[in-house]
């Protein structure tokens, strides 16, 4: 069970290097546990502001932040193409920092939900004192087998659907990389193209689920090219994270972080694979496998929402008031 709507009861602008405008917004208990939410994508922005009911608003400060490129924050990534040499993991991290000392905040739970699971995980990485606790769900690490299982290993599944997503490609172009030079092409025609067809293999891929509904991921046509113009220029750079900057190879760095990991057993789009490796790795981490969700789903939220609020309560106890 989820807790009621609520809106929040601040929000504001922070100011960054190269013209970039971050959006935040804070929630629930002004003097409780303070907790980071980070959205999925890249791209997806904070949207209508549900990941809000995860977090009981009497435990918790809740924090949303739009990521750059996406959502509120300025600029938007197919408006304005050169912000992407400004677009990377380490940028991300460096905005989250920011936003944490600007809000005055000495260490927060983190809470991602797909690819902001990653950005969770690579942002505990690099500031381990800075997370008291993260709680991941439809986990995803950022890795290479991780991309091209979303972009070509689940063709047989859906080979209709992917026929379709090749169509505008080179013959020997790996899809990421053809979508990406196609998203960023001079062509404003080409580029919107591109963006259809992303929006719509998205949607495909994540159809087995109990959230999936019919038509496109995104009902308008600017988000759809926004989305897939951040998401196909992470995807293609492995998120930024390569080598041994990885999640996966790092993961049991995050010993001494209580974590926990929720997934959708029917989670065609990523595989439980994934956070059960990422699980054995991370010394103390809980997994659980939801059996009837997709790349999220009821249930899947219902955990994560719990988990959440039972780090709050064990941290608080009964001092927020």
């Not at 690579?122 to 008291?132: D, E, N, Q």
């Not at 981490?285 to 709050?312: K, Q, T, Y």
């Amino acid at each position: 069970m989820q807790h009621p709507p609520l809106e929040p009861f601040t929000h504001g602008f922070l100011e960054r290097p190269h013209g970039v405008r971050l959006y935040w917004e804070a929630s629930g208990n002004p003097a409780g546990r303070p907790a980071l939410y980070l959205h999925g994508g890249p791209g997806g922005g904070l949207g209508k502001g549900g990941y809000r009911r995860r977090f009981d608003p009497e435990l918790h400060l809740i924090i949303g932040l739009d990521q750059r490129g996406c959502g509120k924050s300025t600029p938007w990534a197919c408006d304005d193409l050169a912000s992407l040499e400004t677009q990377t993991t380490a940028h991300l991290i460096d905005d989250i920092e920011a936003l944490r000392q600007h809000l005055g905040v000495d260490a927060w739970l983190v809470h991602g939900v797909s690819w902001g699971s990653t950005l969770a995980l690579a942002y505990a990485l690099a500031h381990p004192r800075r997370v008291s606790a993260i709680v991941n769900l439809a986990v995803t690490t950022g890795g290479r087998w991780e991309i091209d299982w979303i972009t070509d290993g689940i063709a047989p599944v859906f080979p209709e659907a992917h026929e379709r997503l090749r169509e505008p490609l080179r013959t020997d172009e790996r899809t990421i990389d053809g979508y990406a030079r196609l998203l960023t092409d001079d062509d404003p025609r080409v580029r919107i193209d591109a963006g259809d067809r992303w929006d719509a293999w998205e949607a495909t891929h994540i159809s087995l689920g109990p959230l999936a509904k019919p038509g496109p991921l995104h009902e308008d046509a600017r988000h759809r090219l926004n989305f897939a113009t951040l998401a196909t220029h992470y995807w293609a750079r492995d998120c930024f994270l390569p080598g041994e900057q990885a999640v996966l190879p790092r993961a049991h760095e995050l010993g001494g972080i209580p974590g926990v990991l929720v997934h959708g057993r029917r989670d065609i789009s990523g595989p439980a694979l994934t956070a059960w490796q990422l699980h054995r790795a991370w010394p103390g981490s809980r997994l659980e496998i939801v059996e009837e969700d997709g790349h999220g789903g009821p249930r899947s939220a219902e955990l994560a929402g719990a988990a959440i609020d039972a780090f709050a309560r064990a941290a608080l106890g009964h001092s927020v008031s």
